[in-house]
């Protein structure tokens, strides 16, 4: 039988998922069922069955944060090519990581059989982990501040109690935007940045 330990939670993984699930779980308790806020304030205490409860709870949530969030990558990062903002020059790392893709792969087809990026990380967690440890923390960075932007809204519309809040909580909604963008930028571009060394000194 599984035990407890045997559930493991990655570092993205706990950023991405488990930690906006929970800030959701909470505001939908807090929203729905106010007799249930006392369990929550109990959380760090001994385990029982309101901590589990919540914890999956908070971590089926977190899966579908996740799948509405990571709509940004694709319908707004990418198509306004916001990576451009923070990128001062052309667009070298990637041209070249993607060139040195296609030679090992032996196609031209795009992200074929998979992107530049995944590539470039898979190469890093054969050759060079403590890389791959520095862009999976820009990784999981990004990924949290891409849910909070959905997180955020969804939470003020529950626990809504005026202007100041609507206000700050569009202030945050910004700001995690802005936050997830810059991040998500350097978690590629350092990956590829990585890449080329290893292949330029192997």
């Not at 993984?13 to 779980?25: C, R, V, W």
């Not at 109990?42 to 944060?65: C, K, R």
């Not at 032996?106 to 059989?113: F, S």
Request: aromatic fraction near 14%; include cysteine; charged fraction near 20%.
């Amino acid at each position: 039988m599984p035990k407890p330990n045997d559930f493991h939670i990655g570092v993205i993984e706990f950023f991405s998922i488990l930690l906006p699930g929970a800030l959701l779980t909470a505001a939908l308790v807090g929203r729905f069922h106010p007799e249930f806020q006392e369990p929550l304030r109990a959380l760090l205490a001994p385990a029982g069955a309101d901590w589990v409860a919540f914890a999956l709870t908070s971590y089926a949530a977190g899966h579908f944060i996740f799948l509405v969030a990571s709509l940004l990558d694709g319908q707004v990062y990418d198509r306004l090519k916001l990576w451009k903002r923070f990128r001062g020059g052309g667009d070298h790392c990637y041209a070249r990581a993607t060139a040195a893709r296609e030679r090992f792969f032996d196609t031209t087809e795009k992200d074929v059989p998979m992107n530049s990026f995944a590539w470039a990380k898979s190469v890093l967690r054969l050759r060079a982990p403590a890389a791959l440890s520095d862009v999976e923390r820009y990784e999981a960075d990004s990924k949290f501040f891409r849910s909070l932007v959905v997180v955020i809204p969804v939470a003020a519309l529950l626990l809504a109690t005026g202007p100041v809040v609507a206000a700050l909580a569009a202030a945050l909604t910004l700001a995690s935007f802005f936050r997830y963008a810059e991040r998500r930028y350097k978690s590629t571009e350092w990956a590829y940045r990585y890449l080329l060394v290893l292949i330029e000194t192997r």
